[in-house]
């Protein structure tokens, strides 16, 4: 933890660095805090009103859209690039709690969620959770980035090319590969900071699940996931220099407090959007809007 403290206070852009940091070079300490708070927030209800449209345009919980959004928008307010996207996975997991809940009594009151899956993968989705917010805890900003490139790289390639004779099976696997999915599935998505619900639809398509019951029990999946990941990230992130203004750990309260009713209030817009499109129109335009992100992320490491 020492090294990682260490890391932190001395990284380019943090308090202790002489170079000021990148987009509007302020300093946290010198700006009056009502300035200072009324910037962040007019900076982040912009970034609800994207991410609500872009939800509802393609049909997808907020986290994969609002890593990319709030890791731009902590950029362009100076946050230290250390801490920047641990903020914004950490924030965006956060966001997933009431959502997650939200949807998940949706769908079963609906009866459309596999209860069995989640009964199977009460334990293994948690500790998956947990254990990314430990990885986290010890990983850098480009460790995050690149996880979260890969993935959102491999999700565009099969939205792109997606094929519903893809199959690996008729059945989903038994335990103790099934638990294990469970694990993996919870790490990948608290890594990321998104619910789950790409992964996990995925596995069950491909085991021949219908979509709807795959997006219901995705919904349950999320919970699982958002829960102890929000602990997580708070431990993850306790006491780090660099963090913006009400900020507990890796969790920013004011994006949580914007995002939520913003993106809630402008996601029909997208939704109409939508309902222009074929199916197979916003499978391909989700592909390309993941590639740009995946592209986007490795860029900020490589290019």
């Known amino acids: 933890m020492i090294e990682k403290h260490h890391r932190f206070m001395t990284g380019k852009g943090s308090f202790l660095s002489a170079a000021p940091a990148a987009g509007f070079q302020h300093d946290w300490l010198l700006m009056p805090p009502l300035s200072e708070l009324m910037m962040f927030a007019l900076a982040l209800a912009a970034a609800g009103v994207v991410s609500g449209v872009l939800a509802g345009l393609f049909g997808v919980g907020g986290g994969a859209i609002l890593v990319p959004v709030f890791f731009q928008v902590f950029g362009l307010l100076g946050v230290d690039d250390a801490v920047r996207m641990h903020l914004s996975v950490g924030t965006s997991t956060a966001i997933i709690v009431p959502t997650s809940v939200r949807s998940f009594l949706a ?39 690149l996880v979260f490139a890969v993935i959102a790289f491999a999700v565009a390639l099969r939205m792109i090319f997606n094929r519903a004779t893809w199959r690996l099976g008729t059945e ?15 790490v990948l998505s608290a890594l990321m900071g ?15 699940r219908p979509i709807h019951q795959a997006i219901a029990t995705s ?37 949580v407090a914007l995002i939520i009713p913003v993106s809630l209030l402008v996601a029909p817009l997208g939704v109409r959007l939508a309902h222009a499109m074929d199916r ?20 900020s490491l490589y290019g």
């Open 280 to 299: 197979r129109q916003l499978e391909f335009g989700f592909g390309i809007f993941m590639t740009l992100i995946a592209l986007r992320f490795l860029y």
């Open 219 to 255: 919904s349950g999946v999320g919970v699982l996931i958002s829960i102890p990941g929000l602990f997580g990230y708070i431990w993850a992130g306790w006491g780090e220099p660099g963090l913006p203004p009400l900020s507990t750990g890796f969790i920013n309260w004011i994006a």
């Open 172 to 186: 989903l696997p038994k335990n103790p590969a099934k638990w294990l999915v469970g694990v993996v599935i919870g």
């Open 194 to 208: 998104v619910g789950g619900g790409v992964l996990n639809n995925t596995f069950m398509t491909l085991y021949n």
């Open 107 to 145: 769908h079963h009151r609906r009866g459309m969620v596999d209860m069995a899956v989640l009964r199977n993968w009460i334990l293994a989705i948690p500790l998956g959770a947990l254990l990314a917010t430990v990885i986290a805890a010890y990983v850098s900003s480009e460790t995050l980035r």
